[in-house]
């Protein structure tokens, strides 16, 4: 099941990059809920947001047991595991860190999925549900968003992390310091343009000459990196360079370079 979930994805994977080109288990019984600061000053629990936002009823067990299911196996790799500390449990503790009713549209705005530089778009609002979904047991926390939109069923709608919203600063800053280092440039002149969630080989999916690149399956992050306007010194064309790294950004692998140009 795993193996042809990867080969999904992977193809996902270069359908992705060639449209983008160089221009731009079974259910769990139960779930473990963690809580927040900041959100149990607003809300004192879950069941009572959910109940004065009429629109969409409630989030269901089996949605909810699903993402958990794809954030665990984003987090339990023998990766991500060896960076813990020796003492520490067995695998990564995988929690839902807060769940909340949340309505977005791609063209408007809203609290809902980051949304990418578009050209026209239709304006449709959309109802659904913000899942943070957190692992324990690393010295670095792992943290990642998922946005369930209302109707979502199990079998159609297939979990992913918003990239940008999942990664931590400082894996976005460990990610620009790399590039900014093979540029040659300041990290400042970098933005982080874009970030989606994949499965990659061994070999982050650079098509590498390295034997048994296929053996294992890595989480990690598609990126795409921008230089800003004032080192490029034209606002209509801006280099841009698309990396494969892993969960921590402590592996990053370059795949294109080229050109970007803003949506019309």
């Known amino acids: 099941m795993q193996v042809k979930r990867f080969v999904y994805r992977a193809l996902g994977l270069s359908v992705a990059i060639a449209s983008s080109g160089l ?9 473990p809920v963690i809580g927040h600061p900041a959100i149990a000053a607003s809300r004192p629990t879950i069941e009572k947001d959910l109940r004065s936002h009429t629109d969409i009823g409630s989030l269901s067990n089996t949605l909810t047991n699903t993402v958990i299911e794809d954030a665990r196996e984003r987090f339990n790799t023998p990766e991500l595991m060896l960076e813990m500390p020796s003492d520490a449990i067995a695998d990564i503790d995988t929690q839902v860190e807060s769940i909340e009713p949340v309505t977005w549209n791609e063209c408007s705005g809203g609290s809902g999925p980051s949304r990418p530089l578009r050209g026209i778009c239709h304006r449709i609002d959309v109802f659904g549900w913000r899942v943070v979904v957190a692992g324990e047991g690393r010295s670095e926390s792992l943290r990642l968003v998922y946005y369930i939109p209302q109707g979502a069923e199990v079998g159609s709608w297939v979990p992913q992390p918003d990239g940008l919203q999942s990664l931590s600063e400082a ?7 790399q590039v900014a280092e093979d540029a040659g440039i300041p990290v400042s002149s970098l933005h982080l343009l874009w970030a989606e969630a994949r499965f990659f080989d061994r070999c982050l999916n650079t098509r590498e000459e390295t034997p048994n690149s296929g053996i294992d399956i890595r989480p990690g992050w598609a990126v795409q990196i921008l230089v800003n306007q004032a080192i490029s010194g034209t606002s209509m064309q801006q280099p841009l360079w698309i990396y494969h790294t892993n969960m921590t950004g402590t592996d990053l692998r370059l795949v294109s370079q080229g050109q970007w140009m803003p949506p019309p």
């Not at 221009?23 to 779930?31: D, G, I, K, N, R």
């Not at 894996?171 to 310091?177: E, G, H």
């Open 23 to 31: 221009a731009h288990v079974p259910p769990l019984p139960s779930f």
């Open 171 to 177: 894996v976005q800053q460990r990610i620009l310091t």
